[in-house]
């Protein structure tokens, strides 16, 4: 059932937007029909046999131990800094790379190397930063991942960090800050990287961010997700998203404000082009809060090519089901004629999300339709009683890698949810909710030959050694699904459901993979189950954790140690202590005292000590 904002957009006489693109969404262009045409692949390189990746194809290479490495640099500058913003028509204050939101796309081929200049320009508050580049492995450079507290110390105001990591798979991704739920506020971007072709296609359309959008500052979310339940005058529980934006835009019924925000309705609408007959590319990326998304488009099917950075064989559907961090590419095949509109539609989960307003709405207009025109069209109906992903039977990789049967360890995770001693509400993975410390980054730790932290349990720290394959079975006792990401990996997904797992394991010789997965809901006599594998063969540290940015804060969250001998060999660069340098010496003279999973109390000069021998 359509919402009241969504029956009012689809009653519009046309789409012409009320706000100018730089109010809405500030020096980003996504959304517009004057977003960038995206090509096959980068020409400014070499092209070995007509490729920039040669003769590797997604039948012939293994992504995890082969591909190319063309030493082609690619580099972008980044600014964080605070800014205004009204994507949906409300003004707020927001995080924004460059002043743009979305943030800018970063666009490479497989096997370059993507280096980011990053500097934290944020004030009013000052806060630090750092940015993840999900689903990139880093097996060459894991301190680089961008989380603080584990791979490196938050990037302090007023200073900057490079990140420089190879483009090791190819497909669509996304960037975001990993500091507290700062991603929330704005700090996303996608991320395409070109690589060879498994399915045919005529026009790549581009990233498709998908995000539910909250009109409160994200850090007046936090308190309200972490504060205990009689604390007054704060607003109690998770909180509830109030919009669904397609590419950072939408509109939304101004009547609804209530505390003073400036809102000015019909802001405008995303919008497409297609051209009839031909196939179309979406890349589709889930780069919200706390929904899963639910994508259609009005009178087309979607043939699903991949999933997060794995390519897969083709299949049909009407809906694309996406938890947070989740990617699916899809190819659309235009088949109206050339003055045709449709409605595209992404829905927050009524079952699963908590939406006061669930339904996002974009235009797609063919090449000789009124790009002004309200489309008419009818949306698609769905099942939406799963809260989980495609039927794993469905989700077959091109290249196949299989799992094997008797992983060297196997590690059982409950999730449990309820108050500590103080009445907070957290998460619990096996009985230890997460907290870090900024001061001190594990990887660190972990490469001086410190792998036991008897003082600090609530790193959540599991240390799998030198065993070369690891199975983790997920017991989801929460009456609500987590989206389950894995940094420095894609995991084969051997099994999910509710109830008991009976050892099956689908497709086993080439299960699907992917570097988030749905847990469904459970309780603790029937739990969500995701059973997930993965090869040791990235020495780090590596967060596996809900990607709900709330569930995060509330401590579901736990950190792998994997080949820790390897792991000490490794020499890491010195901008990781220098980064750690200015993290203490800001701390020193502005404490900072985070109330979610992000941070134990900063306390000056504990980070200098800790490099003394880091440096190269």
């Known amino acids: 059932?359509?919402?009241?904002?969504?029956?009012a957009i689809t009653a519009l006489a046309s789409l012409v937007p009320a706000l100018p693109q730089s109010t809405t969404n500030g020096a980003s262009t996504l959304g517009t029909l004057q977003a960038p045409v995206v090509s096959d692949f980068l020409t400014s390189n070499p092209l070995p046999?007509?490729?920039?990746?040669?003769?590797?194809?997604?039948?012939?290479?293994?992504?995890?131990?082969?591909g190319p490495v063309t030493g082609i640099p690619r580099t972008y500058n980044f600014n964080i800094a605070r800014g205004f913003i009204a994507p949906d028509g409300v003004n707020k204050t927001a995080l924004l790379v460059n002043g743009a939101f979305p943030a800018p796309t970063i666009e490479a081929n497989w096997g370059d190397t993507i280096t980011v200049n990053v500097c934290n320009q944020i004030t009013g508050p000052e806060?630090?930063?750092s940015l993840h580049w999900h689903g990139i492995l880093q097996k060459t450079t894991p301190w680089f991942d961008g989380v603080p507290a584990v791979q490196q110390c938050p990037i302090a105001p007023g200073k900057c960090l490079t990140y420089s990591f190879i483009a090791d798979l190819y497909g669509t991704s996304w960037y975001h800050s990993h500091y507290s739920a700062q991603y929330n506020a704005g700090l996303i971007g996608a991320m395409i990287i070109h690589g060879p072709k498994n399915v045919p296609y005529d026009i790549d359309v581009g990233p498709i961010l998908l995000t539910d959008w909250y009109h409160t500052p994200e850090e007046q979310l936090v308190v309200q997700v972490m504060e205990t339940p009689t604390t007054p005058g704060v607003p109690q529980?998770?909180?509830?998203?109030?919009?669904?934006?397609?590419?950072?835009?939408?509109?939304?019924?101004?009547?609804?404000?209530?505390?003073?925000?400036?809102?000015?309705?019909?802001?405008?609408?995303?919008?497409?082009?297609?051209?009839?007959?031909?196939?179309?590319?979406?890349?589709?990326?889930?780069?919200?809060?706390?929904?899963i998304q639910r994508f259609t488009i009005d009178g087309h099917n979607m043939t699903v090519m991949a999933n997060d950075f794995v390519p897969v064989q083709p299949y049909t559907t009407n809906v694309v089901t996406l938890g947070i961090g989740q990617r699916t590419d899809v190819i659309v095949t235009a088949t109206g004629p050339s003055n045709s509109v449709f409605w595209m539609r992404s829905d927050l989960s009524p079952t699963c999300d908590l939406a006061n307003q669930p339904h996002a709405l974009a235009a797609i207009y063919y090449e000789n339709a009124d790009t002004n025109k309200t489309p008419t069209s009818t949306a698609t109906p769905y099942d939406d009683s799963k809260c989980g992903n495609d039927p794993l039977a469905s989700t077959i990789p091109f290249f196949p890698f299989p799992a094997t049967s008797n992983p060297a360890v196997t590690q059982e995770i409950d999730i449990t949810f309820g108050p500590n001693k103080t009445g907070n509400n957290l998460f619990y993975m096996n009985g230890v909710s997460f907290r870090a410390n900024y001061d001190h980054p594990l990887l660190v730790l972990a490469n001086q030959g410190n792998f036991s932290y008897p003082q600090d349990p609530e790193w959540n720290v599991y240390n799998f050694g030198n065993n070369g394959s690891v199975r983790i079975i997920v017991h989801n006792e929460f009456p609500a699904s987590h989206p389950m990401h894995l940094h420095g990996h894609n995991f084969n997904v051997l099994a999910e459901g509710v109830g008991t797992w009976d050892g099956t394991i689908t497709h086993q010789q080439n299960t699907q993979r992917r570097d988030v997965q749905l847990v469904q809901p459970g309780s603790?006599?029937?739990?969500?189950?995701?059973?997930?594998q993965y090869d040791t063969d990235n020495p780090g540290v590596w967060p596996f954790h809900c990607h709900i940015a709330w569930h995060v804060s509330a401590g579901l969250y736990i950190n792998t140690i994997?080949?820790?001998?390897?792991?000490?060999?490794?020499?890491?660069?010195?901008?990781?202590?220098?980064?750690?340098?200015?993290?203490?010496?800001?701390t020193g003279h502005d404490v900072?005292?985070?109330?979610?999973?992000?941070?134990?109390?900063?306390?000056k000069g504990r980070g200098l000590d800790l490099f003394a021998d880091a440096s190269e």
Request: some cysteine; glycine content about 10%.
């Open 49 to 66: 046999n007509g490729f920039p990746w040669g003769l590797d194809t997604v039948f012939n290479t293994n992504p995890y131990t082969g």
């Open 562 to 586: 994997e080949q820790d001998a390897l792991l000490q060999k490794r020499q890491l660069p010195q901008s990781v202590s220098q980064t750690c340098v200015d993290w203490a010496n800001y």
């Open 1 to 7: 059932m359509a919402s009241a904002v969504a029956s």
């Open 237 to 291: 529980g998770p909180p509830f998203s109030d919009n669904n934006l397609i590419n950072g835009k939408m509109n939304y019924n101004c009547s609804l404000v209530t505390n003073g925000q400036a809102c000015t309705p019909n802001a405008g609408l995303a919008k497409f082009k297609f051209t009839s007959g031909k196939a179309h590319r979406l890349r589709l990326i889930n780069a919200g809060s706390e929904g």
């Open 524 to 532: 603790t006599t029937s739990p969500g189950y995701l059973v997930l």
């Open 592 to 603: 900072v005292d985070e109330i979610d999973s992000g941070l134990k109390r900063s306390v």
């Open 127 to 129: 806060e630090g930063t």
